[in-house]
């Protein structure tokens, strides 16, 4: 029986698409996009509102706001355009159902007419959700207009990352956003939380019995985090010198794998209780000093266009973190992201501790690595669990084999979709919650003023030979394999 506070706080797992849409007291009857003309609404929204369309939850009104002064007939060609680069267009019913949903308020962010027109636009719309796709420089003075034009009563705030950039504007974000929303009307956005392999670490961890009484410092050898990506910054040099892989990738994406391979077990079966959990990892990790990181950038990032002549921002950053808490205190976690990599993909391997005793040549980490859990997030979701067995023979020699699931939904949703649809609804499982951001930035506080400089490496490697030397008193870096066994 689900008590008054899993009630309130919403179930761990994912809905069905049977109640996908949540009852009319609490759902949206509006969506806005601000930054209805920009990449972001380009490449994902609106191809996932199409697939919203297609799967019959996405019902409401849905209002482009941006400063191009644009008319509906042009947002609706962006709209197909798209969806059309996307993918295809498969279903010409649902595209038209989309499009004659499609409004348009074109105007400056800081001018309150703006908001008066949005207003006048949302019609007879009371509780719309507000998604925030814009640089975060313009966040402030968005949710500021909404609270001024009475925009904000009963609705929601969805923001995209990065929700500051340290510690101190972090903590003003969230002032001004509390000031105008209720804590939990607001749902930071993190597509990487959206991803059905991210959300089944939480799940395997969890539904699982064999894991846990090995889940710990007194079997765990080191944990690792690998998220390559084989292009660079794609003409984006100018938002890249803003930010750098630290505060793009680590903070959020890599900080949040963490949080969800280290957090205890919730409570109860709430997404509250996890929230409580995940913080926790956070005001836990030890602050990492200069020394704990190393920074690199790809050979022909300073030619990219709006990159600085002698730019130190870095592509990429590999990090050494640990976490002082009873379960992990010792075992050390190395983060490592950057682009114009080896290869694009993302693998976590959990390292064991070899047997205490050498009853066997070849069964020591001397002859390789020791057994391991390996979570393969992308190109493809997998779990793979690595233990040795002996060869044919008198012998008493063998070799490391995987016992590997492969985890293929073609037809799943997409993070986008994903999250869209749970801000919607009110179901903020898959966000994250005020303390856990300004725990996260206060771990980086440090080596945001002081680092040691940018070391160059090829496109094409696995980073700078710096981040070998970071890793090498607990073994070498594992590199994502490129196809499933």
């Not at 089944?200 to 009484?213: C, D, G, K, M, V």
């Amino acid at each position: 029986m689900k008590s008054k506070r899993d009630s309130a706080q919403g179930n761990i797992h994912h809905r069905t698409k049977s109640n996908n849409v949540a009852d009319a007291a609490d759902a949206t009857d509006a969506l806005v996009i601000f930054g209805a003309t920009g990449d972001l609404a380009r490449k994902m929204i609106f191809p996932a509102l199409y697939a919203m369309t297609k799967r019959g939850v996405l019902n409401v009104p849905v209002v482009g706001v941006a400063g191009s002064q644009w008319r509906q007939a042009q947002l609706r060609k962006q709209v197909t355009d798209s969806i059309r680069q996307a993918g295809r267009i498969d279903d010409r019913d649902a595209l038209k159902r989309l499009l004659s949903r499609l409004r348009y308020v074109g105007g400056d962010y800081n001018d309150p007419a703006t908001f008066t027109a949005l207003k006048q636009a949302l019609g007879g719309a009371r509780r719309p959700a507000h998604y925030l796709a814009i640089p975060p420089a313009l966040f402030a003075t968005v949710i500021r207009g909404l609270g001024a034009a009475g925009l904000a009563d009963q609705a929601r705030v969805i923001v995209e990352k990065p929700f500051g950039r340290d510690l101190a504007s972090a903590r003003e974000l969230n002032r001004i956003a509390l000031s105008v929303f209720a804590e939990d009307s607001i749902f930071r956005i993190d597509h990487y939380l959206g991803k059905e392999a991210i959300m089944n670490i939480l799940y395997f961890r969890f539904a699982n019995s064999f894991l846990e009484p090995i889940w710990n410092r007194n079997c765990v050898a080191s944990v690792q985090i690998t998220l390559a990506e084989d292009f660079g910054v794609k003409g984006r040099g100018a938002f890249y010198e803003s930010a750098g892989c630290l505060r793009d990738v680590i903070q959020n994406h890599l900080f949040q794998i963490v949080a969800l391979l280290a957090m205890e077990p919730p409570a109860y079966q709430g997404y509250g209780a996890v929230h409580c959990e995940k913080a926790k990892v956070f005001q836990a990790m030890r602050p990492l000093l200069p020394d704990d990181v190393v920074r690199g950038q790809y050979a022909g990032y300073r030619k990219e266009p709006g990159v600085a002549k002698d730019s130190d921002v870095e592509t990429f950053c590999a990090l050494r973190l640990f976490i002082d808490s009873w379960r992990w205190e010792g075992v050390p976690w190395y983060l490592r992201s950057g682009k114009c990599l080896a290869a694009t993909a993302a693998e976590v391997l959990v390292e064991l501790k070899p047997p205490p005793q050498k009853l066997f040549d070849d069964s020591t980490p001397l002859a390789g690595r020791a057994n391991y859990l390996r979570f393969r997030l992308s190109p493809n979701a997998a779990v793979a669990l690595a233990a040795r067995v002996k060869r044919a023979g008198k012998e008493f020699v063998g070799d490391q084999r995987e016992l590997y699931l492969l985890d293929q939904q073609p037809n799943a949703e997409t993070p986008y979709e994903r999250l869209l649809g749970d801000a919607m609804a009110g179901d903020g499982a898959l966000f994250t919650r005020q303390d856990a951001v300004e725990a996260a930035w206060a771990v980086l506080a440090q080596v945001l003023d002081t680092r040691h400089r940018a070391h160059r490496y090829q496109p094409g490697s696995w980073g700078p030979q710096q981040a070998n030397a970071l890793i090498a008193a607990d073994g070498i870096w594992h590199n994502p394999i490129q196809e499933a066994p």
